[in-house]
């Protein structure tokens, strides 16, 4: 992988600024690609993810870093971050994928269009894409933060045995009442 | 009389409920986890009538039904690897009835003077649980879907989640 050389004099701020202006005109397949560089994916994950072949990938992603001067892929992906971070608010292409920054809020926010309705956030349908947790899902919870952290596994075994003895004691003392009813009457 | 028909015909229903599950996750284009469940749960109770009819009735070994047991063993594996991925709660208590169902089984092979009714509670009704827990799990999912759109079906990896946080961290191009 080379580096070019746009990150010679120029101001970061000034070089993301024309990263943002070719953001705004990627087609689908590149920006569905972008998002997960913007998870810091590897192209092999993204394939899996997409269903596609890493050529297919890294073509894609080679169109973008093209048309961007070439950027590394970890400053593409941090650009890709801020932009979706910066467009959240103002989006005014109906077309652009919910943004969201990984560790934020949900990307399944409306869209603002360009008279002013909203526009409901945008589904990918597509189960691949949702079984591997896109940006535009990830700030949604499902399970309690305790259950998704880092030590989810012991948790959740945790849960599962607390449960499972809760039913135990419940059938118990469900039994014990019918009993007495039954001994009573 | 209900608790009979619940005890007896236990796979019965239980296929019968599964299979709509099952049918209920190809309209709605479940997510991976709907569908390996209730897949589980078909399997378990298609699993135990298929079991009986080759071994011509239940397999009973120290007053336990063997059969049943192995299958149940088999499920459990499947439910804990769900429960311990997947984005989603009622795993939990599919897999913790599923602990159950297998204590009484443990208990009837184990003491000799535990009650058939006790065995018979212990190792059906948690199956009715799950049954319920999936249920209520199918729509709970599909009420996400229509309100949120699509989102994960497995909680992030340890290492995707560590990607995430360093943001200055380059993967391997």
């Known amino acids: ?185 | 009389m209900v608790m009979d028909v619940l005890l007896e015909q236990r796979d019965t229903i239980h296929v019968v409920i599964s299979a709509m599950f099952l049918l209920c996750c190809l309209p709605a284009k479940a997510a991976a986890p709907e569908w390996m469940l209730s897949a589980i749960l078909f399997c378990v109770a298609g699993g135990n009538e298929l079991f009986e009819a080759g071994a011509g009735g239940p397999v009973i070994w120290r007053e336990a039904n063997v059969g049943h047991l192995a299958v149940d063993l088999l499920a459990l594996l499947g439910m804990l690897v769900v429960a311990l991925h997947a984005n989603r709660m009622y795993p939990l208590w599919i897999a913790a009835a599923q602990i159950v169902t297998l204590a009484g089984h443990s208990f009837r092979l184990g003491l000799h003077d535990i009650s058939a009714f006790a065995y018979a509670v212990m190792a059906v009704f948690p199956s009715y649980v799950q049954l319920m827990a999936m249920a209520l799990g199918l729509a709970r999912h599909a009420v996400r879907r229509c309100s949120i759109g699509a989102y994960p079906s497995w909680r992030p990896t340890s290492r995707h989640r560590d990607a995430s946080l360093d943001l200055t961290h380059a993967p391997k191009w």
Do not use: W
Not at chain 1, 87 to 102: I, L, Q, W
Not at chain 1, 115 to 138: I, K, M, W, Y
């Open chain 1, 1 to 185: 992988m080379k580096d070019s050389g746009i990150e010679g004099d120029e101001k970061p701020g000034s070089r993301e600024h024309g990263h943002f202006e070719v953001f705004c005109s990627l087609t689908d397949k590149q920006r569905q690609v972008l998002h997960h560089v913007a998870e810091n994916r590897t192209t092999k994950e993204i394939a899996h993810a997409l269903g596609i072949s890493e050529s297919a990938v890294n073509q894609r992603i080679e169109g973008v870093r093209g048309r961007t001067g070439s950027p590394p892929r970890s400053e593409l992906a941090r650009s890709y971050r801020l932009y979706l971070q910066q467009e959240t608010p103002t989006s005014s292409v109906a077309s652009r994928p919910a943004p969201s920054p990984p560790e934020e809020t949900s990307s399944a926010a409306p869209l603002v269009q360009e008279d002013g309705a909203v526009a409901p956030p945008r589904v990918n349908s597509s189960p691949e894409f949702g079984r591997n947790g896109t940006v535009q899902s990830l700030g949604h919870r499902v399970v309690p933060k305790a259950l998704d952290g880092p030590n989810a596994g012991l948790t959740r075994v945790a849960a599962i045995t607390a449960i499972a003895v809760g039913m135990l004691l419940v059938a118990m003392v469900g039994l014990g009442v019918v009993r007495a009813l039954t001994q009573l009457f």
